[in-house]
C-alpha cells in the first residue's frame, strides 16, 4: 500500500534555531517527491521537488534530503523565523506508465516558531 | 497577475442542499484537480482533469460533481448525497498531470447548518 507517514506530528522551536523534519514512504513506482508549506487556512506552496537521481535540493533556508535506497527524506529549516509557522507536508509522487501520475500526502508536521 | 482563485473563503451548507465551489485559474495550465483536506488526514483526491470536456474520479467522488466546460474553470458540487461535507477544500492546477507540481488554491472552508 502507497503511504507516506511524517514525523514529528507537531513541533514547537525558538525563533533562530534550527529543525529538521522527517518523512518516511512506501509509494511505488516512485516518481518524485516534493515538499509543500501550508500556512494556516491556505493552500499549500511547493517548496522543493526532488527526483530519483538527487539527494539534496535547497530553497533559501530549506533544504531538502532523499535517500531512494531507505526510502527517506528530510526537510531541514534553517535560522527559523515567526513565518515559517506552517504545516509542511511531504508528497511522494508514483507514475504509472507515463499516463498519469498519483501524489500521495502526507498528513503533514505542523511547526509553530515561538518567539 | 497569474494564480488559482478559489471562492468563497466560506461557505455554510443546510441539510440536502447542494453547493458549489468556484475555482478559477489564469495560468494557462490544462490539469485541474479537486481535493478535501481534513483534520489529521492527508489530502485526499476528489476529482481531477487533464483536459477541457474530460474529467476523472478521485479516490473520494461519491456525493461530488464537477464539469470542465472551460479551460480556466473547473467547478466543484457537493451534493446532498455526501453526508460529512464539512472540511476545507483545495483546488489545483498543474501543466498536465504527468509529473508536474501542482499549483493550489487558497481554498474553501465549507461548513453544515
New interface residues.
Partial sequence: KNQ?EQSPQSLIILEGKNCTLQCNYTVSPF??L?WYKQDT??????LT?MTFSENTKSNGRYTATLDADTKQSSLHITASQLSDSASY?CVV?A?YG????K??????TLLAVQP | DGG?T?SPKYLFRKEGQNVTLSCEQNLNHDAMYWYRQDP??????IYYS?IVNDFQKGDIAEGYSVSREKKESFPLTVTSAQKNPTA?Y?C?SSIS???E???????T?LLVL
Wanted: without cysteine; positive net charge; charged residues 10%.
Fill in positions: 507516506v516518481s518524485n516534493r487556512g491556505r493552500g499549500p506552496v511547493s521537488i507536508i509522487s507514475e507515463g499516463a498519469t501520475n501524489l500521495i500526502f502526507g498528513t503533514g | 488559482i478559489q489529521g488526514q492527508g489530502l485526499r483526491l487533464q476545507f483545495l489545483a498531470v504527468v509529473g507540481t501542482q499549483y493550489f488554491g487558497p481554498g472552508r
